[in-house]
């Protein structure tokens, strides 16, 4: 769990980073102050701080008031050549995340973190990749007719990738609440550790264990306190990344509030039809398709007639992807919340077990050591509910996104 949490806080440095590259930077008119005070930062909060202070999306609003000014100029050229060169290293980038994670051995019981991880990653490089073909066959246009709906195509593009830069941010958060839980899971599994060593050191007093036997368990220990504070100092180093997208001082204090619990009813709450619509408006490669299909109708030629046909095919293949992705994030939803009501029913039991233990205990028919380790495994089990909560939150801002035009 570590090394994916590592692996996505890599992957939403690669897709915030690439509007810096795909844009021409300037200086902002209103620096950040040298001194910041303690930011508490809500997840409602998020998109209206990272608009206001990312300074990728400060540039992008810069970048865009000023695109007419060179459109069809070699600044112009320039910036598209810089774009494909960020893009096709985020591509590269995330193949070699995937990769790291694909060749990890997957767990004995499912693991829908790692699962949707992959997923969320592959529709990424796809997602790259359809970015890539759109700016190839951009470059191409300007050749041939440098002011030909430039300016549209260019904000297309700034507004997507600044709705890349809040969902990094956003994904940024999530990240640091789940790896906040594997820390809190992490100590209670040290806890039980730390009752079970007690227990062998009472069995090796009387020759009952090997001294290796113990050292071994003790052993463990350590490399559980190893990995507490190596997930400690990951926490403390997304919370400087988030800072450096909200515009701030790596090392400024920073806050992060509770994640919003996920809202179960979602689903029954939305008009499928309308929120497919909704993405179809959004969706940046859809509309620069269809200003590509309307400019190129508009002019004679076989050249016309093949970019009309290029830029139809493009049109038509977003349209059915865009199909498919509704459907595989309504099922990710539904599988997420069927987890969450799973787990709680686990609880349920494991709480039944636990009252049953507490009886035999006060009856003085069992040790207490049977005891907290019952209580363990429900604390253990109350987490495991908050990360499959969590889940299905993450699920459903994926949908809200992917609603408001991203390929999420």
Known sequence: MKRIISSLLVFCLIITGAALFAAPTYAMDEPPPRTQAVLRLNHADIEQQVRRNNPMIRNNAITEQGLTDFVGTPMMTDAMIAGQGALLAMQMQTQTILAQIMATPPPEEPDPIRDGIIFALMNDIASIERDIMQMNAQMEQMQSDPVRNTVSRGVQQLNNANRQIIWGVESMYLGYHTLSRQIEQTRETLDALNRSISVMERRYAVGHITARALQN?????????????????????????????????????????????????????????????????????????????????????????????????????ELRGLSQRKESLIRAINDRLAALELAEDQLWLLEQTLEETQRRFDRGIIARADLEAARSEVRLQ??????????????IRRYEWFVRGLNT
């Open 382 to 395: 109350e987490i495991r509910i908050d990360s499959a909560d969590a889940e299905l939150f993450s699920a």
């Open 217 to 317: 368990v003790r052993g463990n220990r350590t490399q559980l306190k190893a990995g507490i504070v190596n997930m400690e100092n990951e926490l403390e180093n997304l919370k400087g990344q988030i800072n450096i997208m909200l515009g701030r001082n790596y090392d400024a204090p920073l806050q992060l509030g509770a994640l919003p619990e996920a809202d179960r009813d979602f689903l029954s709450t939305r008009n499928r039809e309308t929120d497919l619509r909704s993405a179809r408006s959004n969706n940046h490669t859809i509309n620069i398709a269809r200003i590509d299909i309307d400019e190129n109708a508009a002019l004679s030629g076989e050249n016309a007639r093949r970019q009309e046909a290029i830029a139809q095919n493009t049109y038509d293949n």
